[in-house]
């Protein structure tokens, strides 16, 4: 699963400039979106800026994260791959609404709750696949995760799905690629634990 991230400055100013490069042709919406924004962390509840895509282009916004639980239980903000397609709840989403949220790192505990960092090791850019729906106050999006690979299984059984930039587009647009996207295996990724992290940022 994945319950918390974080973005930092550079990822932020790293958005933008992305946006803008991928062809966004209202240059001001992803100003707007990402230049105020403070580093920290990312948790269910927060807003945070993701990509979507908008008349062919791909664009940067401010979207919840976490759909609103069943009868007032707790916000979803995870979706299984696997099976997202035969939920009604993500079902239309994943066909329709493709998304991209951006971290530098995630978090993850193991079952002694020690909490560990994941990261690419040239400290580029998370891309993880989600899936947005409209609610009266707005966008909320959820992070679909998959089977964890080698460099996540010694910690969790889950991951998010992570993507890479030249899959950005065909995530969003390529409806043909949707399902393969779904069963890909992400990258590998490094991991500090907490204390380590401390010396390494």
């Given amino acids: 699963m994945c319950g918390r991230y974080y973005v930092d400055d550079k990822t932020a100013r790293e958005i933008e400039k992305l946006t803008r490069q991928m062809g966004e042709k209202k240059g001001q919406e992803s100003v707007q979106a990402v230049s105020w924004m403070e580093a920290g962390d990312i948790y269910p509840g927060k807003d945070a800026p993701v990509l979507y895509g908008k008349g062919g282009s791909i664009c940067c916004g401010w979207q919840h994260w976490g759909l609103p639980g069943f009868e007032g ?15 009604p709840l993500f079902r239309d989403s994943i066909l329709h609404r493709r998304i991209v949220v951006p971290a530098s790192w995630f978090y993850e505990w193991n079952p002694r709750r020690e909490k560990n960092i994941f990261f690419r090791n040239d400290m580029a850019i998370l891309f993880m696949a989600g899936v947005c729906r409209r609610y009266e106050d707005g966008e909320h999006y959820v992070i679909l995760t998959t089977a964890a690979n080698a460099s996540m299984k010694p910690v969790h059984g889950r991951m998010p799905l992570i993507l890479e930039q030249q899959e950005i587009a065909e995530w969003m647009f390529n409806d043909a690629k949707t399902e393969s996207l779904l069963h890909k295996i992400p990258c590998l990724l490094e991991r500090k634990t907490d204390y380590e992290q401390l010396s390494l940022f």
């Fill in 73 to 87: 239980k707790k916000l979803i903000f995870n979706a299984r791959c696997e099976s997202a397609l035969e939920k």
